[in-house]
């Protein structure tokens, strides 16, 4: 194969489920890229991840203005479109590893810049290595993001204090409103968070009470084997000393059989499983068992994707992980992933770190057991300590005179193919 | 009745749903009484609403800090709590509303300022009535306030505004979130929210596509009986245009029977009622139909309790017809109500005016019929025309260096009692 020679474009995609700060780091990334213009061509994306580059449908990013490019930064959502799709092993399927390398190789991509969690650690990891096998090598660099906060050695993941920011305030005015209606009306308000398999998100509902606002919170996390008894006895403290209580319950929460609360049997007219979640079947449990009136929302997509309320800590360092990636590919560096140091909790001091890919890829990080009270319904102070800076600073975005955001749609133009079709199987 | 001479006290009280700025009214309604202390003595507040006169529980404001209310104007829910108590007609329950009138005499009140929707304007106007026929004459005033958005004559009810504004950028969120997941997973997206009769919120879904946002979003308003064959075409359609689409559906939205789609038969394992609310009702049919991978999310109290994105008019607005009730008091006005006049929309202009009690009492405003689209499933430019400027401006709270709005916990304190017990019925 032959080596392109001079000086080489970058490819950059973004992975899995979406944040309110992605586009953070792709701004990151394409600004410093272009700040270092004389080292590095363009930044090609690929249309929805790694379909776009397998595909070959990649974007020219080099056609939108500066001010596109910072809007990033403000816009939630993955601005070039991202894909669930995970490469299978080089054994299972070399054939995929074989064509990125083709498109790299074709667009002369020198750097592989990939935005996602431990799936696309992984990923990176494989092609880096691939690449260097077959005479074409490439600089793989992660940047981490993930709401689920679940990659290892990184302090914390951007996404997740956006997340865990909007977790908290929601908790808290939701409890404010709850306290107001407890006398004549509804009593419990349950909140259901995303995190199937950790409890980082609903631990941030924790947050929304402390030593200066005193309120009911009682939290079910996925670490936690649902004890009902014990659950229903605490509500019915919480109630009987505040008049009402507000629960956080995780999506990922189960009984001790591993079922999950929202796989309660509920069927529809046609005999179809559940159509609710989690938060449906904790209220009616608590009404069914103590006859509060309650009410319940589902958070879903808009606790990810709320820009508006996003953690400026979290910008912020979304920001600074793509550039560092592009600092870190320009001084040579392969396989690795930009990190969060933290220096310091009181006052928050953070810096940028590396991890080798390696130590990164398919490890999953969980909440630690001492971030959990011994009675499995709320945080410790410890949690608390590790959490509060992460949701430090508001970073609002510019809205109209409409009253509404101004999130940037990108206009995205194609790069001009050239290789045959590939098809994904 | 003797009657009490010199300064009168005042009494304010909260009535059903909260809102994200029903506090700001109490701050405008307290801070100008304050501010008029010649004419006014203390205003006394009802705790949890019309139920605290009742019972004689009511809150001496006079113990909180200027700062203290001064921070109500930030602060979502009902600072001295709120209830859903309907007075009886007075025919069917005299003694409550002579009760009222022993509270209000027992503690030197001569003001009435009751904070509420349709229900409380009613009893507004009958404490007046009746106070008058006894010889105790009271100075009853209403302050607007519901997130339904249905009183008559005032151009708009406060809470509404911020709700809407909630609606609206939680739905461009999601859309843009929906959008970059779309290409191999998830291609629906649903928004449940508020609004049983009228689909005010609803429509607010609509402003978070505009010209320059161009986003496919399918509108299910209650206004409109719903057509499962014509929104699965529309659906249908957009996903085939945008790769995407993203519906708000109204709690309200019903079949041509009357039924809600909320009850669509299912039950849990016990055989209990459905559990969930309309929008996994309207994802599973989409998905039944055609296939589309969905997520959706019920926003419930979150809506109305946003403080953290409310919207500016909304508070202003909030604020000037709390502070506009007192003045219309100290003008002699009784049985009134201050209403938000619109003098244009753009550039949005607006002035308080006043609506007599007997005909704001029980009259629900509807939606105009010129709002909805002709298929059903839109708003008109009328419609945003009118919603836009409800939405204009960010009135952030202040937050803490923890990341948390600072929202405050009155202390709320007793004032003694004078009367005997009195028993709710």
């Known amino acids: 194969m032959a080596k392109s020679t001079g000086k080489k474009n970058a490819f950059y995609a973004q992975s899995g489920g979406v944040t309110a700060v992605i586009n953070a780091s792709a701004c990151g990334v394409i600004e410093t890229a272009r700040a270092n213009k004389h080292k590095i061509g363009k930044v090609l994306a690929g249309r929805n991840g790694i379909i776009g580059a397998l595909t070959e449908d990649l974007i020219d990013t080099s056609k939108e203005s500066a001010r596109a490019i910072a809007a990033l930064r403000h816009t939630p959502s993955g601005a070039f479109g991202s894909c669930r799709y995970k490469l299978k ?31 696309s650690a992984d990923t990176c990891l494989k092609v880096s290595e691939l690449a260097e096998k077959m005479g074409y090598p490439i600089q793989a660099i992660h940047v981490p993001k993930t709401v689920d906060n679940d990659l290892p050695i990184t302090d914390n993941c951007p996404g997740f204090g956006s997340v865990a920011k909007y977790i908290a305030v929601s908790t808290r005015e939701a409890s404010f409103d709850v306290a107001s209606m407890a006398k004549t009306s509804t009593k419990i308000f349950v909140l259901e968070v995303m995190g199937r398999h950790a409890g980082w998100i609903a631990a941030a509902g924790g947050l929304a009470a402390d030593e200066d606002c005193d309120l009911p919170i009682v939290i079910l996390f996925p670490e936690v084997e649902f004890d009902q008894k014990a659950f229903l006895a605490t509500v019915e403290k919480k109630v009987k000393k505040y008049g009402y209580c507000s629960i956080v319950v995780s999506e990922g929460c189960h009984w001790p059989d591993g079922k999950f609360l929202a796989e309660q049997g509920t069927r529809d007219a046609f005999g179809h499983a559940q159509l609710g979640g989690a938060a449906p079947v904790v209220a009616n449990m608590i009404k069914d068992a103590l006859g509060y009136k309650f009410h319940w929302a589902v958070a879903d997509y808009l606790q990810r994707a709320a820009r508006h309320i996003a953690s400026k800590s979290d910008v912020d360092q979304a920001y600074e992980l793509g550039k560092a990636a592009v600092k870190l590919a320009l001084s040579g560096k392969n396989s690795v992933m930009p990190t969060v140091v933290r220096k310091s909790s009181k006052p928050y001091k953070w810096t940028i770190g590396e991890a080798p890919l390696a130590k990164v890829a398919n490890v999953e990080k969980m909440m630690p057991k001492n971030f959990i009270t011994k009675d499995g319904f709320g945080i410790t102070p410890k949690c608390r300590e590790y959490l509060t800076p992460l949701i430090k600073g508001e970073d609002y975005p510019p809205y109209g005179k409409d009253g509404m955001p101004k999130y940037v749609i990108l206009k995205n133009a194609p790069v001009k193919r050239k290789l045959g079709d590939f098809e994904i199987q």
Chains 1, 2 share one sequence.
């Open 89 to 119: 092993s080089l054994e299972a399927n070399r054939r995929e590893y074989e064509r990125l390398i083709e498109v790299f190789e074709a667009h002369n991509i020198g750097y592989f810049f990939y935005n996602g969690g431990g799936d």
